[in-house]
């Protein structure tokens, strides 16, 4: 729900801003990745299922305590952006289609980002190091999530999609042929990039397909097919690839359906040309005064 949440409080005029709220989650991803990876390699891994129990719940307090309701609650409005409706063939096939694309890229991350841990402890890595590989990739995400407000200026959002995807089909064919543990962790350098373009882009991509009244639904079913369904299939069919075929020929194929993703979002989602301008309509905030004696003691 934190997509959802971080968009309605930008509203339709501050859009741009988002990469560079959801920047922060890779910056404590980077920070937790390190830290974790070093208490593992000294304290052994049977103490991840505390610590990541502790802390869920400490999220989910501080979550309950501090995502309290906007002040002001506005009606949905169509955003600027938002894909003009010509019925059922074009809004609801695109909305269809990128849920695909999505889960074609889901697949092929899960498969291929998984299994090159353990390809990285099989080669002789140890836990610091997977950890750092972790650390490596939300590095490169930050500046780039910064960056993305300026990149939305010359591309698209499916533009900055595929860009994303072609970055990660660089890398999948690398890690076919790299056999240095060292080098495959420093190689999540470069998916840093691409996750940061590829994430950024299906939220707002979501966001623009999907009707203003639904724009919640569509983030939870975009992420339930990228992270939730998408995983399951890439598990699977990636561990019986790697078993029967090798981890060459795993991360081959995982670079073959994330190419078909980058392709499809091309395809699927509509151009700019079909996107209309709509006028938000101003809705006048009232700011009820409180007492003196109120703001005194709240001082």
């Known amino acids: 729900m934190l997509d959802p949440i971080t968009l309605q409080r930008l509203r339709e005029t501050s859009r741009t801003r988002y990469a560079r709220i959801r920047l922060r989650m890779s910056g404590g991803w ?24 502790v802390l869920v719940a400490v999220f989910g ?21 938002t894909i003009k409706p010509r019925g059922f063939s074009t809004v609801s096939l695109a909305m269809l289609g990128f849920s695909g694309v999505c889960l074609l890229l889901g697949v092929s991350s899960a498969a291929a980002q998984n299994f090159v841990t353990l390809r990285i402890n099989f080669l002789g890595g140890g836990a610091l190091l997977i950890g750092a590989a972790a650390a490596f990739q939300a590095v490169t995400e930050i500046p780039t999530m910064g960056f ?52 950024v882009a299906a939220v707002l991509i979501t966001d623009e397909l999907w009707p203003a009244r639904l724009r919640a639904t569509g983030q939870l079913v975009i992420k339930s097919v990228m992270f939730g369904l998408a ?3 890439g598990n699977f069919g990636g561990g019986y690839v790697y078993d029967t075929y090798g981890p060459a020929s795993m991360f ?40 003196a004696a109120a703001v005194l003691e709240e001082r």
């Open 148 to 199: 993305t407000h300026v990149l939305t200026r010359r591309f698209s959002n499916s533009a900055l999609f595929a860009i994303g995807c072609a970055i990660f089909v660089a890398v999948f064919l690398a890690w076919a042929v790299v056999t240095n543990p060292v080098a495959l962790a420093l190689l999540k350098f470069v998916t840093g990039i691409g996750f940061a373009l590829t994430y």
């Open 252 to 291: 081959v194929l995982s670079a073959v359906l994330m190419g078909a993703a980058g392709i499809g979002a091309m395809l699927a989602v509509p151009a700019r040309r079909d996107v209309k301008k709509v006028e938000t309509p101003s809705v006048p905030i009232v700011i009820r005064p409180e007492p």
């Open 30 to 53: 980077a920070v937790a990745a390190i830290i974790a990876g070093a208490g593992y390699q000294i304290a052994g891994l049977k103490l991840m299922p505390f610590v990541y129990a």
């Open 231 to 233: 995983p399951i299939a």
């Open 61 to 81: 307090l501080w979550a309950w305590r501090t995502l309290r309701p906007s002040t002001a609650q506005r009606a949905p409005v169509e955003l600027a952006t």
